[in-house]
């Protein structure tokens, strides 16, 4: 039995992967859970002619065949890349073009606390390297030095 949440994935990878019309999508359903095809991956690995049982359309058939592949393809080499972790000691500066989960992108844009008794936290504020685009910081310059010096 397909709980809830498996009819929904299913509906929302056949009309947003597979692009297949969601009152279609809809009409579809019991048919693929009555062929145990409730997942992507177990649509990829479905010869074509059972599909084409399910879509009677011989292009539709191909289309769903064609996201099923291209979403389990993408989901397992998403689960490699996350298998194996890598260790990244705390504030260290990510390699360029490095993928960081949500949390670690969070943690590696905190701020240090301002410690005045602590020098090492005042070193480590002075080290600090920003990357940014140059118009933006320029435009907050000049409107900081138009609040302190203001024009007549």
Same mark, same amino acid.
């Given at each position: 039995?397909?709980?809830?949440?498996?009819?929904? &994935?299913? %509906?929302?990878?056949?009309?947003?992967?597979? *692009?297949? $019309?969601? #009152?279609?999508?809809? !009409?579809?359903?019991?048919?693929?859970?009555? &062929?145990? %095809?409730?997942?992507?991956?177990?649509?990829? *690995?479905? $010869?074509? #002619?059972?599909?084409? !049982?399910?879509?009677?359309?011989?292009?539709? &058939?191909?289309?769903?065949?064609?996201?099923?592949?291209?979403?389990?393809?993408k989901r397992t080499s998403f689960s490699a890349s996350t298998s194996s972790p890598s260790k990244r000691v705390k504030n260290a500066q990510p390699k360029p073009g490095e993928q960081l989960s949500p949390a670690d992108f969070e943690a590696s844009l905190a701020l240090p606390s301002l410690d005045h008794s602590n020098p090492a936290v005042e070193d480590e504020i002075n080290d600090a390297i920003f990357h940014t685009n140059r118009a933006p910081l320029v435009v907050a310059f000049v409107v900081q030095l138009l609040n302190r010096f203001p024009l007549d």
């Open positions: 039995m397909t709980s809830v949440a498996e009819v929904q &994935a299913l %509906l929302r990878f056949l009309s947003q992967d597979a *692009k297949v $019309p969601v #009152p279609l999508a809809m !009409s579809k359903v019991k048919h693929l859970k009555e &062929a145990c %095809l409730t997942t992507p991956e177990s649509l990829s *690995k479905t $010869p074509l #002619p059972t599909i084409q !049982s399910i879509f009677p359309d011989e292009k539709l &058939a191909k289309q769903v065949l064609s996201a099923a592949k291209r979403t389990s393809k």
